[in-house]
């Protein structure tokens, strides 16, 4: 079975800032895990992915994750917040490509 | 080539009505994936389809939900005598093979009143 925990339903950042938002997962299996953007009223966007591999991973808008089994995390970070970024963010875990299990989101508010 | 096609994005219902939820996939992907928002959560995952096969339902509801990929036309996914609890964003995702990245539809927002 697998499962996902992101902590902070909302965070907070001002325009420039860090942004990171924390997953950890729960596996039985090698996952393959992900993060997804929503903006209102729109459908899920592919942030970035780890499947193998090396364990730093980037994606797109400046966004990178690092997957660390010992931690169990998956967290995603970007250095410098954009006023753009401000959405809903979404990590999942599967063991294949597919049924992924999302957590439960998290809401970035930039504060300009 | 078109991304994934869901319609309608808006669907009202009144309670003991049916909702018919379309997905067309990607050109080419024969693997479609529906999974359910409700308010204020994460996804969860319903149904995997392959063309003319359901290959795994265990996050399908019991009763009065179904999901059909026909060899011909989208996929549909079906509810039947609706409640209000069924209120929330059904999202479809597709795939060319079971081990690649699957994109996903705006959605359908299904309002049971």
């Known amino acids: 079975a697998q499962s996902v925990t992101q902590l902070g339903s909302h965070v907070s950042v001002s325009e420039g800032a860090l942004v990171l938002l924390r997953c950890n997962y729960s596996?039985?299996?090698?996952?393959?895990l992900f993060w997804y953007v929503q903006y209102p009223n729109q459908g899920l966007q592919l942030l970035l992915k780890?499947?193998?591999?090396?364990?730093l991973v980037k994606g797109i808008n400046g966004f990178e994750a690092e997957f660390k089994k010992s931690e169990t995390s998956f967290h995603l970070t970007k250095p410098s917040a954009h006023m753009s970024d401000a959405a809903e963010y979404f990590c999942?875990?599967?063991?294949?490509?597919?049924?992924?299990?999302f957590g439960q989101g998290t809401r970035l508010t930039i504060n300009p | 080539n078109a991304g994934v096609m869901q319609n309608p994005r808006h669907l009202v219902r009144r309670r003991g009505q049916e909702a018919r939820l379309r997905c067309s996939p990607m050109?080419?992907?024969?693997?479609v994936y529906w999974y359910r928002q409700l308010p204020e959560e994460g996804l969860k995952f319903m149904v995997y389809?392959?063309?003319?096969?359901?290959?795994?339902e265990s996050g399908m509801p019991k009763e009065r939900f179904s999901a059909e990929f026909p060899k011909e036309g989208p996929s549909i996914l079906r509810i039947q005598q609706v409640v209000r609890g069924d209120s929330a964003a059904y999202f479809c995702?597709?795939?060319?093979?079971?081990?690649?990245?699957?994109?996903f539809g705006q959605g359908t927002r299904l309002t049971v009143v």
């Open positions: 780890y499947t193998t591999g090396a364990t």
């Open positions: 389809l392959q063309k003319e096969n359901i290959i795994d």
């Open positions: 596996s039985s299996v090698p996952p393959y």
């Open positions: 050109k080419g992907h024969s693997h």
């Open positions: 995702a597709s795939s060319p093979t079971s081990d690649t990245e699957a994109f």
């Open positions: 999942a875990v599967s063991a294949g490509a597919q049924k992924l299990v």
